[in-house]
């Protein structure tokens, strides 16, 4: 399984554009790149997947280089209410032999 | 369209009892798993459900087993209860085997062993 790497924690104002960064140095052909938010006392919830270049959707913009040995998820004017931890997981696409591994994922923390 | 329910919401037991956890996946999902999160951890993968067939486990102990029902819903049971059993529990259903397919997650059982 590809280990993930990602800051402990940051803390951003409201308004601003927050960009987290994974490392997955190890990653393999077939994974997938997934990011997971999580508020208190909640299950974690998906945001963004991708594969290669860049992904957007209605919440996140999610980068990977060509080399796909990180990735940074983009959070675009974070309000209080984004406040929760940030899980990067990889994984292999479609064999279901790879269960998601979480880390300990990046507690953001939004000031107002 | 129902989302992933868990139940109870919390649960208190007594080291060396037995529990058991329940979910039921969203409509159409035959994958589930299952996940321990200690407080201040990020969740720990226990095992994974495909069709009725246990499809991957995590680093384990056997005393935590669990089922996969025909109508999807599941079970986690955790014999011989260790205070570091003291945990939330989430389960998560999707689609597919495969992590490209995204998982929706339970509200979560706490579970206080004392």
């Known amino acids: 399984l590809a280990k993930t790497t990602q800051p402990i924690s940051m803390d951003s104002y409201e308004g601003q554009e927050v960009n987290i960064t994974c490392s997955h140095n190890n990653i393999a052909t077939n994974d997938y790149i997934t990011w997971y938010q999580q508020f208190p006392s909640q299950g974690p919830r998906f945001i963004i997947q991708g594969y290669k270049t860049k992904v957007t959707n209605e919440v996140a913009s999610l980068f990977i280089p060509a080399d796909r040995k990180s990735s940074t998820l983009s959070l675009p004017r974070v309000s209080l209410s984004d406040t929760a931890v940030y899980y990067c997981l990889v994984g292999d696409g479609y064999s279901g032999n790879t269960p998601l591994v979480f880390g300990k994922g990046t507690r953001l923390s939004v000031i107002a | 369209e129902t989302g992933v329910t868990q139940s109870p919401t919390h649960l208190i037991k007594t080291r060396g009892q037995q529990v058991t956890l329940r979910c039921s996946s969203q409509s159409g999902h035959n994958t589930v798993s299952w996940y321990q999160q200690a407080l201040g951890q990020g969740p720990q993968f226990i095992f994974q459900y495909y069709r009725e067939e246990e499809n991957g486990r995590g680093n384990f102990p056997p005393r935590f087993s669990g089922l996969q029902f025909p109508n999807y819903s599941s079970e986690l049971n955790v014999n011989a209860l260790e205070l570091d059993d003291s945990a939330l529990y989430l389960c998560?259903?999707?689609?597919?085997?495969?992590?490209?397919?995204?998982?929706?997650f339970g509200p979560g059982t706490r579970l206080t062993v004392t």
């Open positions: 998560a259903s999707s689609l597919e085997r495969g992590i490209s397919y995204e998982q929706y």
